[in-house]
């Protein structure tokens, strides 16, 4: 195992590929689990969000023109030592958890 990990790396492998996503009623669109203001105007329209893995941003595009950079969420900003990655990535693991167990309350919950 590497002594130092870069959790933000990912993003590079990435850099320069597109999601399109629709935009919400509040202006907003979701990339995994962050949702991202986009502007309110644009509801149920399409944007494409564009990686700018250098500048750590999505680039939003509308007709094929960029509108505005959105700077991208979830990101440490540092190296981390093993150790410390690892309890980040249990930290993770049971928020993920607690957040599908939610979900699924909710969905039990509209179905009866």
């Not at 410390?84 to 958890?97: R, T």
């Amino acid at each position: 195992m590497p002594d130092r990990i870069d959790p933000d790396r990912w993003l590079r492998a990435i850099d320069g590929k597109r999601f399109k996503r629709r935009v919400k009623h509040n202006g907003s669109v979701s990339v995994d689990k962050h949702e991202y203001y986009v502007k309110k105007q644009l509801r149920g329209r399409y944007v494409v969000l564009q990686v700018d893995a250098s500048q750590q941003q999505f680039l939003v595009w509308l007709d094929g023109k960029p509108i505005k950079p959105i700077k991208v969420k979830g990101l440490y900003g540092e190296v981390l030592g093993f150790a410390d990655y690892l309890a980040l990535l249990c930290q993770e693991a049971v928020s993920d958890w607690r957040r599908w167990q939610h979900k699924r309350r909710r969905l039990m919950r509209s179905t009866n």
